[in-house]
């Protein structure tokens, strides 16, 4: 199984950001997706998550700011995040959920700064 997450970098106050992620070597539509967020000395903290129905879940922290979407087509979630905030720095991680295991991708760093 492979998670390759893409789109993070450094983006202004205010700003938007699109984040990606392909996956292989599961059966996508099946399977649960979720971004993660990590800050220095801090655990993992769910940001979102679509599960098999297109249903989503949202931190606080996040809701109605970003988005969580899937293509099952493309084998691939989406994170769009909007009115970005500095709290929202971090490194974003992909995670998969089957029905048996889970996933997880790299990694991708967003930094929220002027």
């Known amino acids: 199984v492979q998670l390759v997450e893409s789109g993070g970098g450094l983006v202004q106050p205010g700003g938007s950001v699109r984040l990606s992620c392909a996956a292989s070597?599961?059966?996508?539509?099946?399977?649960?997706m979720s971004w993660y967020r990590q800050t220095p000395g801090k655990e993992r903290d769910l940001v979102a998550t679509?599960?098999?129905?297109?249903?989503?879940i949202y931190a606080d922290s996040v809701k109605g700011r970003f988005t969580i979407s899937r293509d099952n087509g493309k084998n691939t979630v989406y994170l769009e995040m909007n009115s970005l905030k500095p709290e929202d720095t971090g490194v974003y991680y992909c995670?998969?959920?089957?029905?048996?295991?889970?996933?997880w991708g790299q990694g991708t760093q967003v930094t929220v700064s002027s």
């Open positions: 070597g599961v059966t996508f539509r099946w399977t649960t």
């Open positions: 995670h998969a959920r089957t029905s048996f295991n889970f996933y």
């Open positions: 679509i599960g098999t129905g297109s249903n989503t």
